[in-house]
């Protein structure tokens, strides 16, 4: 099977600009989730879609949304662009079981923001 | 509120020798844990597991100690090999009342395994 894919891997971005980062989980898992990594700070995260609906969030402002569509890949947008954003912006699915904690993640897209 | 936490950013062994990597969560709702290995310009991959109901759990050289009273988890790698040489990530789970989990991870502990 092929593994989680997301795209673009890279990309600079200036303040106050949007972006949006896709992602494409393995073939059968329904469950998508979306973290940030920032240096010191593991992976924090944002929120998680299953079968199109988010289930699950975590304590971002509401710049950062997402959507997640009937094919289960995903989408993750940030509004107004800060400095603090650039991170690594990891997506990760899982197996479509009631309880899956073991989640398979992507190479992540590398935000840039100047 | 850190719900997990990995205290040692950093850890610097010899090759052939045990690294052992500590992780402290909080929560006592946790019943599943995880360890993740993280390479520059790659996503995390999963490592090894434990449930809440095991102290312990083998997979060859990786092992990972639960400790519930002292809500302690570590990961040892016995013998360490320069390709060990990544960011581990320790994580919790716990079963929320609508019926799915959520992960929580810690912030890191850098490995260097050196010859």
């Known amino acids: 099977k092929a593994g989680v894919t997301q795209t673009p891997r890279y990309l600079i971005k200036t303040r106050g600009q949007q972006v949006t980062l896709s992602c494409s989980p393995i073939s059968g898992h329904r469950s998508v989730s979306w973290y940030q990594q920032t240096p010191g700070q593991g992976l924090q995260f944002l929120f998680e879609y299953f079968s199109e609906t988010q289930r699950n969030k975590g304590n971002f402002p509401g710049r950062f949304s997402g959507r997640q569509f009937s094919n289960s890949r995903s989408e993750m947008n940030v509004s107004t662009l800060e400095l603090g954003d650039s991170a690594l912006y990891l997506c990760?699915?899982?197996?479509?079981?009631?309880?899956?904690?073991?989640?398979?993640f992507g190479p992540g897209t590398r935000l840039t923001v100047l | 509120d850190q719900q997990v936490k990995q205290n040692s950013p950093s850890l610097s062994v010899q090759e052939g020798r045990i690294s052992i990597l500590n992780c402290d969560y909080t929560?006592?709702?946790?019943?599943?844990f995880l360890w993740y290995k993280k390479y520059p310009a790659e996503g995390p991959t999963f490592l090894i597991s434990i449930s809440s109901i095991k102290d312990k759990n083998e997979d060859g050289r990786f092992t990972v100690f639960l400790n519930k009273s002292a809500k302690h988890l570590s990961l040892h790698i016995v013998p360490s090999q320069p390709g060990d040489s990544a960011v581990y990530f320790c994580?919790?789970?716990?079963?929320?009342?609508?019926?799915?989990?959520?992960?929580?991870f810690g912030a890191g502990t850098r490995l260097a395994v050196h010859p």
């Open positions: 929560n006592s709702m946790f019943d599943y």
């Open positions: 994580a919790a789970s716990a079963l929320f009342s609508g019926g799915y989990n959520k992960l929580i």
């Open positions: 990760a699915s899982s197996p479509p079981d009631r309880r899956s904690d073991t989640q398979y």
